[in-house]
């Protein structure tokens, strides 16, 4: 090698070495006392003090005097002699920009307090770069002891070609930890570049910027819709004490990404609870449905109880969803290697819907996704390999079969409904070591006519999660806003803005009353185990849930 050539890459040694100037986000307090406590939050400040320092005022502050130093944070006691003037750190790096302090004793006015102390305030956070599903540490005060209904919220943009940041709050399993002082989260899927902040019932606080890792690929969202959308639900011909109780368990379609805007505009009966678990619950008691009803005396020995009208429940949803588009670098993704990851595989395999743990334990169904997986370890191309096989060996049939129907008969006579081809792609998947869960809402065509409709999401570690339709990728009859050229490549990865969510996963609730009679409604435009449910002091009741009619496109 040149004596240019070494001196080239000894400098690329030292440019790749240097150590990065400080930087000041925050100082807290402002304005204070000699004694007080004061911390100093940023970054690059190093591990340890060693020979860096802080300068307030032009004075050096002593090691003495520090409490505690790591590369994000400083916290020292101000000295007798503290003076107003530009607060700086200090470290091999170099010099920080400057923040001001105010020596609250030498000030001859009095310092007005910020009547906002109780708003919480980011003051940094620990990854200024982080992938999808990675922890995120953020630093700051008045985050609140407990989370309760304290939310983080992160940007994302609806397309490459939108200028402006929207919002998606974590999802409940996204939370780690919580304090006054500290939040770790995973970054939820589909965030963006932009911000993140908190906010609490005390208020917002401010935007701290945020970098998302995009190493594997990226996903965009497309083709805005807005949907209206009109539920319900009728009760017949209920006899019960006046001490009887009935439930019902509404699907409410969750908010995410893809789907960000859910609003309840209307409804005709005012819910019990209006959302718990992903439902809107309605209550009716024994008393409020037998003051209803018309007691007909047929004789001077004889009544005869006769239902005044049915109990009919309306809900008018409105809700906005975009088009799904992802791009993965396929020969980038590496088998799972966090240990949430595949404990949430094994909880999969074990909470999974009744159909899909009947297939699970079908050795044809073990036996066939072993022998289409082969040896790889990719999970994405576990998918797409699973996904390519169903396509091309099962016929899809355009109705949907009885509620009765096992799924299996799609492996024996190679034909099935939308329902079954979902259940199956979930279970060999599963089978696979692939992260997966079924997916179940409607499906709007061309015209806004709606069906009830299943697909499903697979998991890719530091990308999030990737859908897929097996059955409109088999050929299910449909017609979108949009023709589409190729439908059986489009439908592995990307998804359309004609599918609106209502379950993302089994949504197994738990009894509102014990030794409750609980009814389930397999095969529909939700998957949850809990449909209804009624006390002992129910005699009989019948019910009629329709699938959810689209009133409104825009």
Same mark, same amino acid.
Request: contains cysteine; charged residues 20%; negative net charge.
């Given at each position: ?54 300068? #307030?005022? $032009? ?20 000295? =007798? ?72 919220? !992160? ?14 709050? %974590? ?50 969202? @497309? ?20 001490? $009887? ?10 908010? !995410?990404?893809?789907?960000? $805007? ?28 037998? =003051? ?15 239902? =005044? ?32 990851? #595949? ?42 390999? #699973? ?39 979930? =279970? ?27 697909? %499903? ?22 017609? %979108? ?8 490549? !489009? ?35 939700? @998957? ?23 009133? $409104?496109?825009?």
């Amino acid at each position: 090698m040149s004596f240019i050539g070494v001196l080239l890459f000894l400098m690329a040694i030292i440019s790749s070495t240097k150590i990065k100037e400080p930087q000041i986000t925050v100082i807290d307090p402002k304005v204070g006392n000699p004694g007080d406590v004061f911390s100093i939050y940023g970054s690059n400040f190093g591990n340890e003090q060693t020979e860096s320092f802080v300068e #307030i005022g $032009g004075l050096r502050i002593t090691a003495s005097n520090c409490i505690e130093w790591s590369d994000h944070k400083i916290v020292i006691t101000l000295p =007798a002699n503290v003076r107003d003037g530009l607060v700086y750190v200090v470290t091999q790096g170099g010099r920080s920009e400057p923040k001001i302090f105010t020596n609250k004793t030498v000030v001859p006015v009095k310092v007005i307090s910020d009547p906002a102390t109780s708003i919480p305030v980011i003051y940094g956070i620990e990854e200024k770069s982080q992938c999808v599903g990675g922890l995120l540490s953020i630093h700051g005060k008045n985050f609140g002891l407990m989370r309760n209904n304290s939310k983080v919220y !992160f940007s994302f943009k609806s397309s490459d070609l939108s200028q402006n940041d929207e919002k998606i709050y %974590c999802e409940n399993e996204d939370y780690e930890y919580w304090s006054d002082e500290l939040v770790r989260i995973r970054v939820p899927d589909g965030t963006s570049d932009g911000f993140v902040f908190i906010e609490t019932e005390k208020g917002s606080s401010n935007n701290y910027p945020f970098e998302l890792q995009k190493t594997l690929g990226k996903k965009t969202f @497309l083709d805005k819709r807005t949907y209206v959308i009109d539920t319900s639900v009728e009760l017949r011909e209920i006899v019960t004490d006046n001490d $009887g109780l009935i439930f019902l368990r509404v699907p409410k379609p969750p908010v !995410f990404a893809s789907q960000p $805007g859910v609003d309840v505009t209307a409804a005709t009966h005012k819910p019990a609870i209006e959302e718990i678990a992903g439902t809107i619950v309605h209550q009716f008691d024994g008393e409020e449905i037998n =003051a209803s009803v018309v007691i007909e005396k047929t004789d001077s020995k004889t009544e005869q109880v006769i239902p =005044a009208a049915n109990v009919n429940i309306g809900q008018t949803f409105v809700v906005t969803t975009s088009a799904v588009s992802t791009e993965i670098k396929e020969q980038l993704v590496k088998p799972y290697s966090k240990k949430d990851t #595949i404990s949430k595989i094994q909880q999969a395999s074990s909470a999974s819907l009744d159909s899909i743990n009947e297939l699970l334990k079908n050795e044809k169904v073990t036996a066939l996704s072993r022998s289409i997986i082969g040896k790889t370890t990719n999970p994405y191309t576990k998918a797409h390999l #699973i996904y390519s096989y169903m396509i091309k060996n099962f016929t899809v049939l355009s109705d949907v079969r009885s509620p009765d129907a096992p799924v299996i008969d799609l492996l024996e006579t190679k034909k099935g409904d939308a329902y079954d081809f979902a259940m199956l792609y979930d =279970a060999l998947l599963l089978a696979g070591n692939v992260l997966v869960r079924p997916c179940a809402g409607i499906l709007v065509d061309a015209d806004s006519s709606s069906r009830p409709h299943w697909w %499903c999401e697979f998991y890719i570690e530091s990308f999030g999660w990737v859908p897929v339709d097996v059955a409109l990728g088999a050929g299910l009859p449909f017609e %979108c806003f949009k023709k589409r050229t190729n439908v059986k490549d !489009f439908y592995f990865g990307n998804l359309d803005a004609q599918h609106i969510t209502f379950s993302r996963g089994y949504n197994k609730l738990h009894p509102t009353i014990a030794y409750s009679k609980i009814v389930c409604q397999p095969k529909t435009y939700a @998957l949850q185990s809990i449909w209804e449910e009624s006390s002992d002091k129910v005699t009989r009741y019948s019910s009629y849930w329709t699938t959810p009619n689209v009133t $409104g496109v825009y």
